[in-house]
């Protein structure tokens, strides 16, 4: 059955064909180890993958009457296979069937959220490579702080994203684990043989313990993990949508011919898909709440989890997906307005240049204290007399007993904010890539 399809859309893996599809593969591999262990006959379980099969409609109506949708779906699966039907689901109980056909679909959604961060990785470092030297102003607390790199931007939101990577990897080496032990978990009707076999064949690895269930911290770490990626794409959607401000103007969603960006004022481009991914981001925050309750089950089980996962997992796997594939599109479409940047750059008249006039003095003999009242003195004053803060720190003359009208033009020079900001990418990206 895994070989069927290779890196399947994320709807497909979560469709209701796929799910049964998985659940059938289990019990015919159950079934196929138990017949080379000598626990059923071997032309039970050759007739069973001859003739098993399923019909959806037909479970949901057995499953109607029984109230149990396992033991409908085995009912209508047994009726295609005859008489040796019988000997499916031998032993089993339903939690090795779900947990099982789970941990299968949970990997594979999770390696396509892998190959989709591979995009995002990907996108990203284009945008950091052709931003390397784009000046662009810092912000700290929303204000101005000092120049800095565009490009610093996207390596950071790289670097982030090859973490979510690996999580997402070992996420998905966690949660790739199944169970066929039974009601308690203790193979009291099964050979733990039977177990291995049938994880092997799935790419799977056994559970070292399970009560009626695989544990659900393993459900929990890759639910965080997956509200982890989630909430590094709203951080990025939310520096975008800040930067798209009209009062800003820096970055811009891509806007296509024909779009409408308001039904009554036509001058608007809103950064609409960026608000969209942060506010998905909070439905897998919250998703990933629900799976951390699920961690705590009354003895070997109940079914409070049961349910919950039906929802949270096919719909933060497919939301994530849909975040990702929606945000590669935001970074590839960006509008990147390098002349807004140095406009935003002279907004504050060189006060951004103050640490450079700071530590020069420092560096005279200054110290810091005073060094700082004579800077933040001047500043200040600037300010309220709506004045450049270069031409402020020429004329003072306290300042000028210690730097020369050369040494303070120098602190003024927006070149140098930059001059390391490619050993950063050497230490993100390496020296050959």
Known sequence: MIER???????????????????????LLVAEAEAEAGIIPRDAAETMRAKAAFDIDRVKKIEERVRHDVAAFVTDVAETIGPVGRYLHFGLTSSDVLDTAGAVL????????????????????????AHRDTLIVGR??????????????????????KR????????????SYGKISGAVGNFAHLDPGIEESVCARLGLKPAPVSSQVVQRDRHAEYMTTLAIIASTCEKIATEIRNLHRTEIGELEEGFTTGQKGSSSMPHKRNPIVSERIAGLARVVRGNALAALENVALWHERDITHSSVERVIIPDSTILVDYVLHKLVDVIRNLVVRPDRMRKNLELTDGYICSQKILLGLIAKGVSREEAYRLVQGAAFRGREEEKDFRSLVESDSDIGQHLSQEEIAECFRLDGYLKNVGHIYERVLGKHR
């Open 164 to 175: 979510n990577r690996q999580r997402m990897a070992a996420a998905v080496e966690r949660i």
């Open 5 to 27: 399809y290779t890196l399947p859309r994320m709807g497909y893996i979560w469709s209701e064909e796929n799910k049964l599809a998985t659940w059938l593969e289990v019990e």
């Open 106 to 129: 949970m990997r594979d959604a999770g390696k396509e959220i892998e190959s989709d961060l591979s995009e995002l990785l990907a996108a990203l470092e284009e945008k950091a490579r």
């Open 140 to 161: 700290t607390h929303g204000v101005h702080a000092e120049p800095t790199s565009l490009g610093l931007k996207f390596l950071l939101w790289y670097d982030e994203t």
